[in-house]
């Protein structure tokens, strides 16, 4: 599983990765295991764009007023809910949508969120009294 090989799997006729795996392991030099899991990158590749088309079709003529920011941030939390009950993430950060100090026409929205990670194996300890 080294030098980005994915295992495969045929089971009646499909194949499918057992588990899939990228080649980062480090940051800026720095050992680093954040990215290593595949799934982890779909997620972040999922949750982001799912957000931003949230805000992109219901804001497109807004106002950046505080009541549009107060509906922006319900909105995104609308959105994280949804990714928490599809398992997609464990759980959210706080929400933050402020104005922009140095752009009246920009709203700075910030949150953080923790994915679900895969369950690559399971491990069973047996006790058999015969």
Known sequence: MRGGVTPLESTAGTVSPVRGITT??????????????????????????AVRQALRSK?????????????????????LEKKVA?????????????ASEDDPTVC??????????GLNQIYLTVHITV
Not at 88 to 97: A, H, L, P, Q, R
């Open 108 to 117: 700075l929205v910030e949150f953080s969120f923790a994915v679900a990670h």
């Open 59 to 79: 804001f497109a003529r807004a106002k950046n007023t505080a009541q549009s920011r107060s509906a922006i941030r319900s909105q995104v939390i609308v959105e």
């Open 86 to 98: 599809e398992e997609i993430i464990d759980s959210y950060g706080e929400v933050t949508v402020t």
């Open 24 to 49: 980062r392991t480090t940051t800026g030099g720095a050992a680093d295991t954040t990215w290593r899991e595949l799934t982890t990158i779909l997620i972040v590749d999922d949750v982001i764009p």
